[in-house]
């Protein structure tokens, strides 16, 4: 299909402000960048009952955590969502539409996690905070009003990773279980030769192949081998069976496209029940934008039906 009119436009009007690629910008400059687009596609008019900052012990130190907390008596079944911004970028502001999306659409408590990024705090930094906000969320669940046994995990392109890599982490140690894992747009092959769909999609709709390189520069830093290792990269596991049943949403014009479909393949060939949405016409981002997208739109209502019927049936 062609690229949607709709965010043909979007792109033409970035093209006309001479945004510049994030691989050309500094660290600071991306971030600034970023969160000025999250502010334009991604507000929510969404009814919560409200959304508390708070710091939770970590292996590196306190994480910083959002958590919103839907109307409603409760006790509510718990996201914790890792958002995403290729390991360097992003942070709970950033975020906060989507967070309070989910949080009000699917009727449960979103835990935000500002996990630590790089190039400041190099891989395995991100994934050691998100498995530790998960165990927080579980052991806390009486306090927050949540339901221990309704817990899933979720986020978008690294966020993507993270969730992957700490449904894999929960499985090999123990719990606590999880009833779903949302990866939207996720990077989960972080190492290797280049997919068709980062040849096809390499430059001209919003993420480059050029800005993923910078990206891993950045989280690997001088351990660029580490990028293959399956704790960074969950689309290397031999052994996927067992896994939460996953949502998988990717962008035909998308340099990751192609990632999400193979993971979602390899779940499904291991047994986990795994529900795969590609969004003809659609670029990497369109899902934070459903303030602006229709598509984006289409795909955040996706994910909350997912999440709620996730919730439901646990």
């Known amino acids: 299909m062609p690229l949607d009119a709709q965010i043909a436009g979007v792109l033409a009007q970035a093209k006309a402000m001479g945004g510049k690629p994030i691989h050309e910008q500094t660290v600071e400059q991306a971030r600034a960048a970023l969160a000025m687009l999250c502010t334009m596609g991604g507000r929510s008019t969404a009814t919560i009952a409200g959304a508390e900052d708070r710091r939770i012990?970590?292996?590196?130190?306190?994480?910083?955590?959002?958590?919103?907390?839907?109307?409603?008596?409760?006790?509510?079944?718990a996201l914790c969502f890792f958002h995403g911004g290729g390991f360097v970028l992003g942070d709970l502001k950033t975020h906060d539409g989507v967070c309070r999306e989910l949080a009000a659409g699917a009727g449960c408590v979103v835990v935000a996690v500002d996990y630590r990024l790089a190039p400041e705090h190099a891989y395995p930094a991100a994934p050691d905070d998100c498995e530790a906000a998960v165990r927080w969320t579980a052991q806390n669940a009486a306090e927050l009003n949540i339901d221990a046994a309704r817990l899933a995990v979720g986020g978008e392109s690294a966020g993507g990773n993270l969730s992957a890599v700490v449904a894999q982490r929960l499985r090999d140690r123990g719990g606590p279980a999880l009833v779903g894992q949302m990866l939207v747009y996720p990077a989960v092959r972080l190492s290797g030769d280049p997919t068709a769909s980062m040849l096809a999609n390499?430059?001209?709709?919003?993420?480059?192949?050029?800005?993923?390189?910078?990206?891993?520069?950045?989280?690997?830093?001088?351990?660029?081998?580490?990028?293959?290792?399956?704790?960074?990269?969950?689309?290397?596991?031999?052994?996927?069976?067992?896994?939460?049943?996953?949502?998988?949403?990717?962008?035909?014009?998308?340099?990751?496209?192609?990632?999400?479909?193979?993971?979602?393949?390899?779940?499904?060939?291991?047994?986990?029940?795994?529900?795969?949405?590609?969004?003809?016409?659609?670029?990497?981002?369109?899902?934070?934008?459903?303030?602006i997208l229709k598509l984006g739109r289409a795909a955040m209502d996706e994910s909350i039906a997912w999440l709620r019927s996730r919730f439901g049936s646990a």
């Open 57 to 77: 012990p970590g292996p590196g130190g306190e994480v910083p955590v959002r958590i919103y907390t839907p109307t409603g008596a409760g006790p509510f079944p």
């Open 202 to 291: 390499a430059e001209g709709y919003f993420l480059e192949v050029k800005d993923m390189e910078w990206f891993m520069n950045h989280y690997f830093g001088d351990d660029m081998a580490n990028a293959a290792l399956v704790d960074a990269s969950p689309g290397f596991a031999q052994n996927l069976s067992g896994l939460p049943p996953a949502l998988v949403i990717t962008a035909e014009f998308d340099p990751l496209d192609d990632d999400g479909q193979f993971y979602a393949a390899e779940l499904r060939n291991a047994g986990v029940d795994t529900t795969l949405t590609r969004y003809e016409g659609a670029i990497h981002g369109f899902w934070n934008f459903f303030g």
